[in-house]
Nanobody
Framework: QVQLVESGGGSVQAGGSLRLSCAVS?????MGWFRQRPGKEREGVAR???????GYSDSVKGRFTISRDNAEKTLSLQMNSLNPEDTGMYYCAAAPISAYSCALSSGYFRSWGQGNQVTVSS
């Protein structure tokens, strides 16, 4: 199985930036970041394939960037221009090792990080 250990998160003012990191025991073809905002269902925010193909939800396009550091085996999410609507619990995720498809959907993922709280104040 894939182990994912998250770090980062915290509280920032609106308009600020924050970077989330996820230490990955083993890469899979499809890696992603999800979040659950208060009163909302878990939603995908970004995903990336081994080949570097990325995808983002409409709400974060142009503000968030997902990346992979192969040498450090770290998945990252750079979040810029944060607003209060970005507040929530953020999770990194990995598709099964045997999977070779990728989409911004929780159905493709089976391994999850422990979660990190992100709070954006007005």
């Amino acid at each position: 199985q894939v182990q994912l250990v998250e770090s980062g998160g915290g509280s920032v003012q609106a308009g600020g930036s924050l970077r989330l990191s996820c230490a990955v025991s083993q890469w899979t073809y499809c890696m992603g970041w999800f979040r659950q905002r208060p009163g909302k269902e878990r939603e995908g925010v970004a995903r990336i394939t081994t080949g570097g193909t990325t995808g983002y939800s409409d709400s974060v396009k142009g503000r968030f960037t997902i990346s992979r550091d192969n040498a450090e085996k770290t998945l990252s999410l750079q979040m810029n221009s944060l607003n209060p609507e970005d507040t929530g619990m953020y999770y990194c995720a990995a598709a099964p090792i045997s999977a070779y498809s990728c989409a911004l959907s929780s159905g493709y993922f089976r391994s999850w990080g422990q979660g990190n709280q992100v709070t954006v104040s007005s």
